[in-house]
Each structure stands twice: as structure tokens, then as C-alpha cells.
């Protein structure tokens, strides 16, 4: 009998492994993306703890539209 929670289709376990902590490179990305945000965080040190919350929220704000921007070129290309 086939173990039905496991994955048998290669293509889909192709696609899954490309991303993120999946992907060969996923630690190493994981560790790109801390240094950004020590760099993000020794410049913001200056402001009160309010004003760091307020540029870490506009910032994460520009950070999905980014995204979501990159998915709309995606699918109309």
C-alpha cells in the first residue's frame, strides 16, 4: 500500500526543492537575509523605539509590495 502523505511526483518534489529552506542554498540564504537585517537595524538605532517600529513596518510594507510587484510582472509575462 502507498503511503498517501508521501510525495511520489518528481516534478512537484523538483519545484519544492527551489525554494527556500528546501533549497540547497537555504541556510546560507537564511543567514544573507540576518546580516540585511543587522545592517537595517545599526541604522535605524538613532530613533526612538516608536520610530523604529513605524521604518521596520513601512519597510516590510515596501518589502510585499516588491514581492507582489515581482508575481504581477511573473504572470503577465
Do not use: C, W
Amino acid at each position: 500500500m502507498t503511503d498517501r502523505t508521501k510525495n511520489t511526483n518528481p516534478e512537484i518534489s523538483a519545484k519544492i526543492a527551489g525554494i527556500g529552506y528546501l533549497s540547497p542554498r537555504g541556510e546560507e540564504l537564511k543567514e544573507v537575509a540576518q546580516m540585511e537585517l543587522s545592517f537595517v537595524r545599526e541604522h535605524i538605532q538613532g530613533y526612538t523605539e516608536n520610530e523604529r517600529i513605524f521604518i521596520l513596518d513601512v519597510l516590510n510594507g515596501y518589502i510585499a509590495g516588491v514581492l507582489l510587484e515581482n508575481e504581477q510582472h511573473e504572470l503577465k509575462g
